[in-house]
């Protein structure tokens, strides 16, 4: 039977068929490219044999974040964040 998955907290998962190793720990974790800033967010999974990869940034190609032993990454997202607002006035307040 699937189980829903919450991609904000930490969670169990089992899957009949296709996905992954059934019985996981996944948690979501935040990543910052050290060149430009870009923030991505992306999927542990605790797997029962050894993975390494990396991870390099859309923006600027930097590596973000490599690893190597029981843990594997994936669904890679950038964090889409609202610019900050310049020059807005504040009506009604007192200086």
């Given amino acids: 039977m ?3 998955i919450d991609p904000q907290n930490s969670f169990a998962c ?3 068929s296709g996905g992954r190793m059934a019985n996981s720990i996944w948690t979501t ?3 910052t490219c050290p ?3 870009m923030n991505y967010t992306a999927t542990r999974e605790e797997r029962q044999d050894k993975r ?3 991870f390099n940034c859309n ?3 930097t590596e973000v974040h490599t690893w190597s032993g029981y843990n594997d990454f994936f669904d890679w ?3 889409k964040t609202k610019s900050p607002v310049f020059g807005k006035k504040r009506y ?3 200086p």
């Fill in 77 to 79: 997202e950038a964090i």
């Fill in 59 to 61: 923006v600027c190609d």
């Fill in 92 to 94: 009604g307040l007192a």
């Fill in 2 to 4: 699937d189980q829903e």
């Fill in 29 to 31: 974790e935040q990543f």
């Fill in 52 to 54: 390494s990869g990396s």
């Fill in 35 to 37: 060149s430009c800033g």
């Fill in 14 to 16: 089992s899957l009949e």
